[in-house]
């Protein structure tokens, strides 16, 4: 490890709450798909803030809304109208299944609204008393106590029991526990389309079809948690689309914002009937700096056929990652969908190590689990720099198979 990361590493040490595994770098500054460090080293960002700065860092579109908002009115609660979230609720309609929105700050709140959302609806609007959704392995819902007893990984769940009772595990992709998922209490099912956070795994065609047919039939609302799948990620505005499904709700956050803390719960009419006035709220949720961010960001997606770019390069990327898989034994496989993919590692090579190396060479890579790297950048990655970071792989699986690596 160099110097500058050694210290970097030290630095840790601090008053905060070690609730995360940082990497030893400190980044100060970010344009398009990079960002630079306080040493002045630049990194191309595969990350995206995980997902999340899908026009690439500070967006000219977003910022100058913004600037523009900051100088008007910062905050005002929800007790009375702000323009930017209406526009921005018509937006998100106009352009999926949904037509009623509701606005909050994170992925957790966007889908502790949905978990409400349904059991409300089911005991209010459908008159029964069915409770429970119905969530899958490997799937990640959220930090909170609700999401993340909806969530199917064990390590996110250690040491916070007892959990909130009302949810259930299925396993994903499989076909034969779709039998066990109606029975009198259920009410809705949760899930990703694209699992990111549990190993980049897209769900097979079938078998959503398979489950969305179930829901139908039984009166079960199909949720998709497209926190990390909305907004262009996976090369179609939102991922449901890939499946020829219409959810009856969604949660957003991530790409929302373009990195302003915003969620929102996407629902069909007769849904979102279930919450009246004083049923759910919060006091910073779609804050007019937040909303402004997430229409400018949605506004200029649209405006400028970002998605249709994601497809592109997304397709660009996962091609030169196949390639790549041919000549590294420790790749194992490579999976994902549109500008998220995952490089699935034999377990000879841990996924820290590559994105360690990848950080002393100048690109920011993700986990998704010990076995995964996972790629998120910008939605606005060009074909160079596709090229580039493809490069910086290259040589570090290089090395490592030639065990010139420690
Ligand atoms: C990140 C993520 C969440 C949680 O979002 P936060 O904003 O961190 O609360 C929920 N679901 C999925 C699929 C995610 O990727």
Same mark, same amino acid.
């Given at each position: 490890?160099?110097?500058?990361?050694?210290?970097?590493?030290?630095?840790?040490?601090?008053?905060?709450?070690?609730?995360?595994?940082?990497?030893?770098?400190?980044?100060?500054? *970010?344009?398009?798909?990079?960002?630079?460090?306080?040493?002045?080293?630049?990194?191309?960002?595969?990350?995206?803030?995980?997902?999340?700065?899908?026009?690439?860092?500070?967006?000219?579109?977003?910022?100058?809304?913004?600037?523009?908002?900051?100088?008007?009115?910062?905050?005002? #609660?929800?007790?009375?109208?702000?323009?930017?979230? $209406?526009?921005?609720?018509?937006?998100?309609?106009?352009?999926?299944?949904? @037509?009623? &929105?509701?606005?909050?700050?994170?992925?957790?709140?966007?889908?502790?609204?949905?978990?409400?959302?349904? /059991?409300?609806?089911?005991?209010?609007?459908?008159?029964?008393?069915?409770?429970? &959704? &119905?969530?899958?392995?490997?799937?990640?819902?959220?930090?909170?106590?609700?999401?993340? #007893?909806?969530?199917?990984?064990?390590?996110?769940?250690?040491?916070?029991?007892?959990?909130?009772? *009302? =949810?259930?595990?299925?396993?994903?992709?499989?076909?034969?526990?779709?039998?066990?998922?109606?029975?009198?209490?259920?009410?809705? &099912? +949760?899930?990703?389309?694209? $699992?990111?956070?549990?190993?980049?795994?897209?769900?097979?065609?079938?078998?959503?079809?398979?489950?969305?047919?179930?829901?139908?039939?039984?009166? +079960?609302?199909?949720?998709?948690?497209?926190?990390?799948?909305?907004? *262009?990620?996976?090369?179609?505005?939102?991922?449901?689309?890939?499946?020829?499904?219409?959810?009856? !709700?969604?949660?957003?956050?991530?790409?929302?914002?373009?990195?302003?803390?915003?969620?929102?719960?996407?629902?069909?009419?007769? !849904?979102?009937?279930?919450?009246?006035?004083?049923?759910?709220?919060?006091?910073?949720?779609?804050?007019?700096?937040?909303?402004?961010?997430?229409?400018?960001?949605?506004?200029?997606?649209?405006?400028?056929?970002?998605?249709?770019?994601?497809?592109?390069?997304?397709?660009?990327?996962?091609?030169?990652?196949?390639?790549?898989?041919?000549?590294?034994?420790?790749?194992?496989?490579? /999976?994902?969908?549109?500008?998220?993919?995952?490089?699935?590692?034999? *377990?000879? !090579?841990?996924?820290?190590?590559?994105?360690?190396?990848?950080?002393?060479?100048?690109?920011?890579?993700?986990?998704?689990?010990? @076995?995964?790297?996972?790629?998120?950048?910008?939605?606005?990655?060009?074909?160079?720099?596709?090229?580039?970071?493809?490069?910086?792989?290259?040589?570090? =699986?290089?090395?490592?198979?030639?065990?010139?690596?420690?």
């Amino acid at each position: 490890m160099s110097d500058k990361l050694a210290t970097a590493e030290q630095a840790q040490a601090t008053t905060l709450m070690s609730t995360y595994q940082r990497f030893p770098i400190t980044i100060v500054k *970010g344009k398009g798909c990079s960002v630079w460090d306080d040493q002045g080293m630049e990194y191309l960002d595969f990350a995206s803030g995980i997902g999340t700065c899908n026009l690439g860092h500070v967006p000219e579109a977003v910022e100058k809304q913004v600037a523009n908002q900051l100088s008007q009115l910062w905050h005002c #609660s929800n007790l009375y109208h702000h323009p930017a979230q $209406q526009e921005l609720a018509d937006l998100l309609t106009t352009n999926s299944f949904g @037509d009623e &929105v509701f606005l909050c700050n994170s992925g957790a709140e966007a889908n502790e609204a949905a978990i409400k959302l349904a /059991r409300r609806y089911a005991q209010k609007v459908k008159g029964t008393n069915a409770y429970e &959704v &119905v969530t899958f392995t490997q799937s990640f819902h959220g930090r909170t106590l609700g999401t993340l #007893s909806a969530t199917g990984q064990a390590k996110i769940q250690d040491g916070f029991a007892p959990l909130l009772p *009302g =949810f259930r595990c299925l396993p994903y992709n499989d076909s034969a526990a779709l039998e066990e998922l109606v029975t009198p209490e259920t009410c809705a &099912v +949760l899930l990703e389309l694209v $699992q990111g956070e549990g190993g980049v795994h897209p769900a097979e065609k079938e078998w959503i079809e398979q489950l969305a047919a179930i829901c139908q039939e039984n009166d +079960l609302l199909l949720m998709v948690d497209e926190v990390q799948t909305g907004i *262009g990620r996976t090369g179609k505005l939102f991922a449901y689309e890939h499946y020829g499904i219409e959810p009856d !709700v969604m949660s957003l956050a991530k790409g929302l914002g373009s990195g302003f803390p915003l969620g929102a719960v996407v629902a069909k009419k007769h !849904v979102a009937k279930a919450f009246v006035p004083g049923t759910h709220g919060t006091t910073f949720g779609g804050n007019p700096l937040a909303s402004t961010a997430g229409l400018a960001t949605m506004t200029h997606l649209l405006g400028e056929n970002i998605v249709q770019q994601a497809e592109t390069q997304g397709s660009y990327l996962a091609g030169k990652l196949q390639q790549m898989k041919q000549k590294y034994q420790c790749i194992q496989a490579i /999976r994902g969908l549109g500008l998220m993919q995952g490089i699935v590692l034999d *377990g000879t !090579v841990q996924a820290k190590e590559i994105i360690t190396k990848g950080l002393e060479q100048g690109v920011l890579l993700l986990p998704a689990g010990p @076995d995964v790297v996972r790629l998120l950048p910008p939605l606005i990655i060009t074909t160079e720099e596709i090229d580039q970071a493809v490069a910086v792989l290259e040589n570090i =699986f290089g090395e490592i198979e030639s065990g010139e690596s420690e």
